[in-house]
């Protein structure tokens, strides 16, 4: 029997307890011994820990998971690549800039110095789920945000819609669905922070981003999320552990199972 590893943090495990227990249940039925653990990086410094099973999931976003498991050849659901870079929003502005794919002007917040024009939107580079983001109106505002550590911070140019964004589901390097999120009270669109979501067809220019990505990243199961700018979508972040609430709460598509469906079909 295939065997395999789950992993989320503390902090994640409650709210995703019904997708962790769905994904262990679809993967019975299909002859694969999926295993819950909390994040423990002790496990990570057991080399037998980590040869016992034959793969992971990594929902943890971090890398370092993925360095361990990949590092004794185990295959991991996201790879090293897209965990690193969609966990990190300058490493995916760099991948970006590189890919010859439209983003919004952005720097890093390393020095007293900013090299765009204000007002800024200000994010730090691993956070996710609309926190630690920040509007800045001027330089003024900007020094006076309460940012932990401001080299963990990006300043970026704001879209010319904000409140607005589409999100694109990738599974086995297909899109699946898409998602249109907006709201009329914040600049931050997510559905966590009470945003309206709809189902969206996605443009022919997004799916040529997306394709390019998928060919610098091989992801497995992703979300690519843009924003509108002067009526065209422009990448705005990459979701490595992309989560399916709003999917579940507008269609009956089972995303669960369809991770487990490529799961099984990779592992064999």
């Known amino acids: 029997m295939i065997t395999g590893l789950l992993l989320y943090t503390q902090t994640d495990t409650p709210r995703n307890k019904w997708f962790i227990d769905h994904l262990v249940a679809v993967c019975a039925t299909r002859g694969i011994d999926l295993r819950f653990a909390v994040y423990d990086p002790k496990h990570l410094a057991d080399e037998t820990f980590v040869r016992s099973f034959d793969f992971c999931v990594n929902r943890t976003r971090f890398v370092a998971v993925n360095r361990a498991f990949e590092a004794c050849g185990k295959r991991c659901f996201n ?8 966990n990190d929003k300058w490493l995916t502005y760099v991948l970006c800039k590189d890919l010859g794919i439209p983003v919004m002007d952005t720097c890093r917040l390393n020095s007293a110095a900013v090299s765009i024009a204000a007002p800024f939107v200000v994010k730090s580079r691993n956070g996710h789920g609309g926190n630690e983001v920040f509007w800045a ?46 709201s009329a009270a914040d600049f931050r669109s997510n559905y966590s922070l009470g945003g309206q979501v709809e189902l969206f067809t996605p443009t022919s220019d997004q799916l040529r981003v ?58 064999r």
């Open 79 to 86: 790879n090293a690549e897209t965990v690193e870079i969609g």
């Open 137 to 182: 109106q001027d330089t003024t505002m900007l020094a006076n945000l309460p940012l932990s550590n401001a080299s963990g911070y990006i300043a970026q140019e704001p879209a010319s819609d904000t409140g607005v964004d589409v999100r694109v589901y990738v599974l086995g390097g297909e899109p699946i669905a898409a998602v249109k999120r907006t």
């Open 210 to 267: 997306i394709d390019a990505l998928q060919g610098a990243l091989q992801a497995d199961y992703v979300g690519y999320d843009f924003i509108l700018h002067n009526g065209a979508w422009v990448l705005n972040e990459i979701e490595d552990a992309v989560g399916a609430r709003m999917l579940y709460s507008l269609c009956d598509y089972d995303v669960g199972e369809a991770f487990v469906r490529h799961i099984a079909k990779t592992m």
